[in-house]
């Protein structure tokens, strides 16, 4: 018990101390109004509360059920009642300082109720500040056997990929997201495809730093991106992308209803409304996950017939036309876009317009940072027969030469232009 | 495959100099487009000025879209333009520019804020706190404004930089030397046009505006306490429709005894328009501040 606390208790102060010195980076000061005080403190008096509740109810086994699923769904909760954020690529972080990162550690905690293993140790994990920046929701915290030099060795890469993932890429890439407003069906695919490239390297780019940060500190995090466009299908995809997402997914409903409904394929449903839900309480993203729901179930019968090219093609199709819904929480004109899809127009006479003028007016810096970011994609989804690429682990990114190319890239390319904020964060 | 296990040290130590010289030219070289020059010119003349009383504040849209010069023409009060482009860039850098611009002894003479601010269009309101009043980020970032390739490539192609100036007397945007390809004949720019008469904009997202029209209402509380204060909701070109909710919104804000709010009427064409939807050119300029005039008369603020 004691070794358990001091094995999530340390890395918990450090990371106060690293989320200090970050707010303060940010920022410029420590803040009027000590707001990060406020978000150090309030995630960890709720997941006490939570705990407390727990202790009480954790022998009855429908109420701790119960209790599980009400604290996945706090979120939408809190969302379907404006008091949280949706994700819309926008900065996402909750205006309600006492609900800060809420989606992260009441995700965690759910996980570990419904698992019956919810320790106090764990609140350290699931309030710890770093964490709650971008996730990962940390399913597991174990113990890095190597030593320091090691350590820092093997994770600081990871750090220097997250940066360079987040501040050259992702950062410029903010300047994409006044394109929601475009209805015309090319200008909406490519908005789609960019949203996606941009949400991958902010989120990734984030979690990849927070993985090397508790690496160096000898904790070994789940790591939430595992290269997702090296995957070939839809169902590759979505289980490397937001990884830890899928676990709880998996163990909260995906399993359970397996068991209870015995169908596959309705069990796939329930996961995709549930993860619909998290992700914000708006029609698009339920349309969002029916939408998936249903490429999962056909990717699936696909595979089943042994067809390989297919999946490829459905999941190239399929990532941006889901993210048409998945952007746009202004219904009317998400309703506009998708019936442009069946424009005649879209099919003969392609209105360019508005494509064309994107990408024209489209800044130089904001193009040199997607040609960076489309090319490690390309490495990632054409490079999978290279043994580096074929680990999916960022190796390939990992080795010096890549590192250093790297470095020359970024020097040449950093500028304070664009936004840095966790997409996905915060809420 | 590159075996040599130190080129990433290598590189660094090739790369980082060169990076640290880049950062510290780009920072004291920044292109701040005229702003600090704004502000002395603006300082120097309100220090040796005793009788202003009314003042203009908010973004760009008020820089180019309200003269204070036309307002003291037309009434008995002295007005000054304080406004500044991005609304200072954050509250924070404004509210100092403002306090030092008008200090507190003749903060509390000063009876008039005209406040105009695109914020009711924008999603959501714009505060970057990392950067200056001219928009530079702060040195301890260690990030430069434009990176090592934009400054070649801006070197290398003569960029033209863009250059605002005002008026010494009234603080207004001055168009003499400033191009506006929407209206001036010179320099139409067709594309542009097109553009700018096509786009739109929605309403601010009410939560953030709330929070901005709340910080800027303590400030006028604690810095100008004998002031009213007309929020003004600038001329656009193509602005949204404003529903029930987002009219009671604005005035349930503004209710208080020292508060008005004024919806201006759209821009009806590119032709009043300078280089942007929101920006007027000088007859858009006399157009607004007209309306504003009218205004302040009638509700007798004047």
Redesign the interface.
């Known amino acids: 018990m004691k070794n358990n606390l001091i094995f999530t208790l340390v890395p918990y102060f450090i990371s106060v101390i690293i989320f200090i010195a970050l707010n303060f980076?940010?920022?410029?000061t420590l803040g009027d109004e000590l707001d990060f005080l406020f978000k150090i403190l309030s995630p960890l008096f709720l997941a006490l509360s939570f705990f407390v509740i727990y202790q009480a109810i954790a022998r009855f086994n429908i109420l701790r059920n119960t209790f599980s699923y009400g604290l996945f769904f706090l979120i939408s909760i809190f969302s379907f009642f404006?008091l949280a954020s949706n994700i819309n690529g926008?900065h996402a972080e909750t205006?309600n300082i006492f609900i800060y990162g809420l989606s992260f550690y009441s995700a965690l905690l759910a996980f570990k109720v419904h698992q019956k293993s919810l320790k106090f140790s764990d609140l350290f994990i699931s309030s710890n500040p770093l964490l709650l920046i971008s996730g990962p929701i940390s399913v597991f915290f174990s113990k890095v056997s190597f030593g320091l030099k090691k350590r820092i060795n093997y994770f600081f890469p990871f750090i220097f990929i997250g940066f360079f993932f987040f501040?050259v890429i992702s950062a410029p890439m903010t300047y994409y997201l006044n394109m929601v407003?475009f209805t015309e069906p090319l200008a909406i695919l490519l908005f789609a495809f960019l949203f996606r490239v941009f949400l991958y390297f902010n989120f990734a780019g984030i979690s990849l730093m927070i993985y090397g940060i508790f690496g160096i500190l000898g904790r070994r995090i789940p790591l939430n991106f595992t290269q997702p466009f090296s995957s070939r299908n839809v169902i590759e995809f979505w289980r490397s992308w937001h990884a830890t997402l899928s676990i709880v997914l998996r163990e909260l409903f995906f399993l359970p209803s397996k068991k209870k409904f015995n169908n596959t394929y309705l069990s796939i449903f329930i996961v995709y409304l549930a993860s619909a839900m998290w992700h914000g309480m708006s029609i698009n993203f339920i349309l969002w996950g029916l939408f998936h729901a249903s490429i999962f179930v056909l990717t699936s019968y696909i595979l089943k017939k042994g067809l390989k090219i297919l999946p490829i093609v459905i999941f190239l199709f399929a990532i941006p036309f889901g993210d048409i819904m998945f952007t746009d929480t202004n219904i009317p004109r998400l309703l506009t876009k998708l019936s442009n899809f069946l424009s005649i127009d879209f099919y003969l006479g392609l209105n360019m317009g508005s494509f064309l003028?994107a990408i024209l007016e489209t800044p130089?810096?904001v193009l040199?940072s997607t040609f960076v970011g489309l090319s490690i994609i390309s490495v990632e989804f054409f490079g999978m027969k290279n043994k580096f690429v074929a680990k999916r682990n960022y190796k390939f990114l990992r080795?010096?030469?890549s590192?250093?190319m790297m470095?020359?890239v970024m020097?040449?390319?950093?500028?304070?232009?664009g936004w840095e904020y966790a997409a996905y964060g915060q809420r | 495959?590159?075996k040599?296990?130190?080129?990433?040290i290598?590189?660094?130590f090739i790369?980082?100099p060169?990076?640290i010289i880049f950062l510290i030219d780009d920072f004291y070289n920044f292109d701040d487009h005229g702003v600090f020059q704004i502000i002395e010119t603006r300082t120097e003349y309100i220090e040796q000025s005793e009788n202003i009383n009314s003042i203009i504040i908010g973004g760009s849209n008020a820089l180019w879209g309200i003269s204070a010069d036309q307002l003291n023409s037309l009434s008995d009060n002295q007005f000054y333009n304080l406004s500044m482009h991005s609304n200072g860039v954050n509250y924070k850098n404004y509210f100092e520019y403002i306090l030092k611009s008008v200090e507190p002894i003749q903060a509390q003479n000063i009876d008039l804020i005209i406040w105009s601010t695109i914020h009711t269009y924008l999603d959501?309101p714009y505060n970057d706190?990392?950067?200056d009043i001219a928009g530079r980020?702060?040195q301890?970032?260690l990030?430069?404004?434009?990176?090592?390739?934009?400054k070649i490539?801006k070197t290398f192609t003569n960029q033209e930089s863009l250059h605002f100036e005002v008026s010494p007397s009234s603080g207004d945007f001055l168009f003499r030397n400033f191009k506006c390809p929407l209206s001036d004949k010179r320099y139409l720019d067709r594309d542009l046009i097109d553009?700018i008469s096509n786009e739109?904009y929605q309403f601010a997202p009410l939560?953030?505006l709330e929070?901005q029209i709340k910080t800027y209402k303590i400030f006028f509380k604690k810095y100008f306490p004998n002031s009213k204060i007309v929020y003004v909701v600038p001329s656009i070109i193509n602005p949204p429709e404003i529903l029930p909710n987002q009219l009671k919104f604005l005035y349930d804000n503004f209710k208080e005894e020292n508060f008005s709010v004024l919806i201006q009427q759209p821009i009806q064409d590119v032709k009043y328009l300078c280089e942007s939807s929101h920006h007027p050119n000088a007859e858009g300029r006399k157009i607004r501040t007209t309306e504003i005039y009218e205004f302040l008369k009638t509700n007798r603020f004047l």
Do not use: C, E, H, W
């Open positions: 980076y940010n920022s410029g404006g926008s205006s501040k407003s003028v130089k810096y040199a080795t010096n030469l590192l250093s470095l020359i020097v040449l390319l950093i500028s304070g232009q | 495959m590159v040599d296990k130190n080129i990433f290598k590189t660094a790369f980082l060169i990076y959501p706190f990392d950067r980020l702060r301890s970032k990030i430069p404004n434009q990176s090592i390739l934009s490539y553009k739109t939560g953030p929070n």
